[in-house]
Every structure is written in C-alpha cells, then in structure tokens.
C-alpha cells in the first residue's frame, strides 16, 4: 500500500466530501454544546482546501499537508480551525520531500496529527475533545503498523475512534466553549471528536479503494 501526492490529493478531497455530507450533523451536535458552527466552520476550510490542491500541482506530500495546514487555519473560525490547521502542519513535517507515503508514513501522520492537537489545545483523553476519538485510533495503529493485514489494523483504528465518540456521551467537557457547560455537557456527542472520526472514515476507505483498484 503506498500513494503518491496524486493520490494524497484523492484522499484529501474524500475527507473534505465527507466533511461537506455532514455539515449539518456536525453543526447540530455543536448546537448543543457549543454555538452551532463546527459543520459550517469545517466545510468552508476543506472546500478551501480543495480549491487551493486544485489551484496549484504539488508533488511533496508533505508541503500538502502543510498547505491544508496553513489553509485549515487562515479558513477556519474558532477553536477547530488552528487545532487541525497544527495537526496537518505537523503531520507535514514529518513527511517533508517525500514523493510516495505508505502504510508507515500514514501511521507517522496520524501520531504527528495528535501530537499537534495536543500541544495546541493542551487536551488529554477524558476532556471531550478531539483527542477522544484520534488518540485511540493512533494507539492501535502505533501498536499493530506491523501486522501483515494492513486493511484489518485500519478497520481496528477506525472503530477504536468510534468507540472514542461514544465515550464523549459519557463525559463532562474539561476544554473548549463546551466545558462552560459544566454537568450538562454529559449526554451530548462531541462535534470535534466526530469531526475526527468522520476524516478518519473517508481517508480510510479511499485508502482502502485506491489499493484494491490502483487508482
Ligand atoms: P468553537 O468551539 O470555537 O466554536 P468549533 O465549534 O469549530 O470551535 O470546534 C469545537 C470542537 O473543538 C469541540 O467539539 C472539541 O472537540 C474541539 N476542541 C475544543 N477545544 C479543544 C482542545 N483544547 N483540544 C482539542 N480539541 C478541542
Ligand atoms: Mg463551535
């Protein structure tokens, strides 16, 4: 399994149509707990996203992560926009001047991606926020990168993160505008931590088609 900066591109453009499917999901969830924008923040950054890929040809996978990086923040309103505009940047880095990434490089991603949230929003697991559903998905995927069934570890991956999602019904908000809610943000899903899990699905499943058909 490994894509080169096309391909890359093709997976951004899956996560940003994922994002845009459920826009009003996202930002009925953050109407709950929030102020009712999550969706709408992160549909207009990953359409702006898709509109710069498309705007210039780039073949360094990591100065495309850091172009969704530096586009996600300049694009997105409020507290997601520099958490995963951190989370890309540093993803990027961490993939500087390669031209193809495989499995490996897509694990080293996703663990740069949560380092950057957490050093941005200073968030553990247990605080409602999008490390709920990331940080598992990264524990499994630091743990098993090398089993031979690569399309099992990322089944595994994505439903720890759902797992991750549910848990955020269960617990009080420590961080963000959802932590003003004190008690009352119990029973609630949170809007970044499904945010996350939904990027996750989409990047997988083209992952998943582009090794089946070569695309
Ligand atoms: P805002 O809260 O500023 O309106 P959004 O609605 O776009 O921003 O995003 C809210 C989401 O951001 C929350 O559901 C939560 O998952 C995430 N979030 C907020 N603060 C943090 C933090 N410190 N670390 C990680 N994620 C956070
Ligand atoms: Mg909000």
Same mark, same amino acid.
């Given at each position: 399994m490994a894509t080169d900066a096309a391909g890359l591109v093709k997976i951004l453009e899956k996560v940003a149509e994922k994002i845009s499917e459920n826009r009003e999901f996202l930002t009925e969830l953050d109407s709950a707990? $929030?102020? *009712?924008d999550h969706g709408i923040n992160m549909s207009k950054g990953f359409s702006a996203v898709v509109e710069k890929l498309h705007s210039q040809k780039i073949d360094d996978c990591g100065a495309i992560l850091k172009t969704v990086g530096m586009t996600l923040v300049s694009t997105? $309103?409020? *507290?997601?926009g520099p958490l995963y505009g951190t989370a890309f940047m540093k993803a990027g880095q961490a993939v500087a001047g390669k031209s193809s990434l495989d499995f490996q490089d897509f694990v080293t991603i996703l663990e740069q991606a949560l380092e950057g949230i957490k050093y941005r929003g200073k968030a553990q697991r247990g605080?409602?926020?999008i490390v709920d559903s990331l940080e598992p998905a990264v524990d499994i995927l630091k743990d098993e990168?090398?089993?031979?069934d690569k399309g099992l570890v990322m089944e595994k991956a994505l439903n720890a993160a759902k797992e991750g999602v549910e848990y955020t019904r269960s617990i009080i908000a420590?961080?963000?505008?959802?932590?003003?809610l004190g008690e009352r943000s119990i029973g609630h899903q949170d809007p970044g931590a499904t945010s996350c899990y939904l990027m996750l699905q989409a990047a997988i499943e083209k992952i998943k088609e582009m090794s089946v058909n070569g695309l």
């Open positions: 707990i $929030g102020d *009712a997105v $309103g409020g *507290a997601s605080e409602k926020t990168k090398d089993s031979g420590k961080k963000g505008r959802a932590s003003y």
